[in-house]
């Protein structure tokens, strides 16, 4: 999926629906009773939004037969009172028009912002639900897209097309039959001007359009060369490989293009407008002609001629909207169909129907995989007959070559994924029996990854345990041996970590993460390659804290060195998905099988293959 696509919500000006809406409705249609069914609640405000518009477009059409008045009536015969009164009215209608207007908005606005609000909030939790997989075959700014800007642009369909179609609709018919009743000698004149002056304005606007769409597009690419090369990796990933000057002419390259680009964008809309001005003036003067003639005129007075110029004046632009409408109902209708499509993906990883509680308190942590088979595809699976016991308190070593599903293996515990064959269970209850919250609860889980917001190290360790108090956060830093590092720093705790925790080392973050997990104070912890980003000295320090905090908790722990290997209670090496050997340190190498072969590669001070 690609997050730098066009958004459905973008309106084509050229009278064509976007060939990217078409394409995504063609892909994933959608139904207009689906898209009912998220205003039905509201059906009653949205009623009262309709009958404003139609309300607001009938008071307006008074307006030119009270100019009509004033010029062949109240003016001729000097009658002020007459005078005052029709001026009164004319005030009257332009502010009941704008009380009206004011209210319509503020009831469709209210309207969308609601709907957009449950859908948005839906989507999101819906989202949350979703398997690791899906992010992973995903790319970010598409997820962020699509609950950000597709969703905020679904307000337009309530304040821009759904009520700009009514009032266009209300208005286009009103002024024709206000036009008929003045004059149908001029009214069929402007039946047989109309047509041509809205097929030029279109066809200028369709070259508008192409020079647009190719102008947006080299503007996207100018943001990805902003965004990719003046990000910290970005820049860190330039300095290191000597790229500047290449993405500097790359970036000037761009800037350049969109020199001709926007001149020819501006001589595209400045056409455009000249057409429309030409259009503005031409009808008039045909108008103004006729009523001019004998034949045409009818014996038409100068209060008519005036009132129907006004009428004709408002009739032009929303004709040209409801020419448009199929493209703005596709366009809808696409923004929808985005918005389903990730709806209605179904969740992977679900919450159980009647969940099995296994409280912290009362939870020892055995942890068995029985029989387990994992698959991403079911054409080649990653896991196969895993049987192995991990003993309440004890410490499962994971080791083996890259591939051989370690990570996938550990992961299975926590639920990441979830097992193809088998099961896998804490305390005898399968982890696809608790809730996930609960399961959260018993598992903790430190990747070689860490992941850090942009935010004070205290809120970043809240958010593993939003009680925590200030002490218990402050022991949970002493067991990953960062307090002391950060009580030197001139804010402390409330330190902020920076854009991906950039403001600490990968070893550093590392602790934060490790403080983070043993801040929830979990039954099972599973250590991914954890110690990675640590100095010998340092993952010294913390594998003895670990062992201090283990001792109360089962741990499985995907090993890279040594150290970490040699004092686990059992070692499992995995050969393409499957136990090769199981035993401990000592056992395995007096084996000499692959772990031996492993220990004597010269990996014995340094990582392990993992």
Not at 247 to 267: M, N, P, Q, Y
Not at 396 to 412: I, N, R
Request: net charge neutral; charged share 20%.
């Amino acid at each position: 999926m690609d997050d730098h696509s066009p958004s459905p919500s973008r309106r084509s000006r050229s009278g064509r629906p976007d060939p990217a809406d078409l394409r995504q409705l063609s892909d994933s249609p959608v139904s207009l009773r689906r898209i009912a069914r998220l205003f039905a609640p509201h059906r009653g405000v949205l009623a009262v939004v309709v009958a404003l518009i139609v309300l607001s477009s009938a008071v307006s059409l008074a307006q030119p037969f009270l100019v009509r008045h004033i010029i062949d009536v109240a003016l001729p015969r000097q009658d002020v009172r007459l005078l005052v009164l029709c001026v009164a009215a004319m005030l009257g209608v332009a502010v009941a028009s704008a009380v009206i207007g004011v209210v319509q908005t503020w009831l469709s606005t209210a309207v969308g912002q609601r709907v957009m609000h449950r859908l948005r909030s839906d989507l999101f939790a819906h989202l949350q639900r979703q398997s690791l997989g899906f992010f992973t075959r995903t790319r970010g700014g598409e997820v962020q897209s699509r609950l950000v800007n597709d969703i905020g642009s679904m307000q337009g369909v309530v304040t821009q097309t759904a009520t700009a179609i009514a009032a266009n609709l209300t208005v286009v018919v009103g002024t024709a039959v206000a036009m008929v009743a003045l004059s149908w000698r001029l009214a069929l004149l402007s039946l047989v001007v109309l047509p041509p002056a809205v097929l030029l304005t279109r066809q200028v606007a369709r070259m508008r359009h192409r020079v647009t769409a190719e102008r947006q597009q080299r503007l996207a690419d100018l943001h990805v060369q902003i965004e990719e090369g003046l990000s910290v990796s970005g820049v860190m990933l330039t300095k290191t490989l000597g790229a500047s000057p290449r993405l500097t002419a790359r970036f000037e390259e761009t800037s350049a293009d969109l020199v001709g680009l926007e001149i020819r964008s501006r001589l595209a809309g400045r056409w455009r407008m000249a057409t429309m001005n030409i259009v503005f003036a031409a009808v008039p003067a045909a108008i103004y002609l006729a009523a001019g003639l004998p034949a045409t005129s009818g014996g038409m007075t100068i209060g008519t001629l005036v009132a129907f110029i006004a009428l004709q004046g408002t009739l032009f632009r929303p004709l040209m909207a409801l020419l448009n409408v199929g493209v703005d109902i596709t366009s809808s209708m696409a923004l929808f169909s985005r918005i389903f499509e990730y709806a209605d993906l179904p969740v992977e990883i679900a919450e159980p129907v009647q969940p099995t509680v296994l409280a912290r308190a009362h939870a020892p942590g055995e942890v068995r995989f029985e029989g387990v088979g994992f698959a991403y595809d079911p054409d080649r699976p990653v896991l196969g007959d895993i049987d192995l016991r991990v003993p309440a308190g004890s410490t499962l070593a994971l080791v083996g070559e890259t591939g051989s599903g370690k990570s996938t293996l550990a992961s299975l515990v926590p639920r990441l994924h979830d097992v193809t064959t088998g099961r896998v269970t804490i305390d005898g209850v399968d982890v696809r029996d608790l809730g996930l919250t609960d399961l959260a609860g018993l598992v903790g889980v430190v990747t070689q990854e860490t992941y850090l917001m942009h935010a004070s190290v205290r809120d970043n360790l809240r958010h593993a345990r939003p009680d925590a108090t200030d002490d218990q956060i402050e022991q949970a830093c002493r067991q990953a041996r960062i307090h002391d590092l950060l009580s030197s720093l001139p804010e402390g705790y409330d330190t902020v970590v920076g854009s991906r925790g950039h403001r600490f080392s990968g070893g550093e973050q590392q602790r934060l993460a490790i403080a983070r997990t043993l801040l929830r104070d979990p039954a099972v912890l599973v250590l991914d390659e954890a110690t990675s980003a640590l100095d010998n000295e340092t993952e010294r320090a913390i594998l003895a804290t670990l062992e201090d905090v283990t001792r109360t908790r089962t741990t499985i722990t995907i090993a890279h060195r040594l150290s970490t290997v040699r004092n686990a209670d059992q070692i499992a090496v995995l050969h393409q998905g499957r136990v090769a050997e199981l035993g401990t340190h000592e056992e395995l190498l007096l084996l000499g099988g692959r772990y031996a072969d492993l220990v004597r590669g010269g990996l014995v001070a340094e990582p392990l293959a993992a």
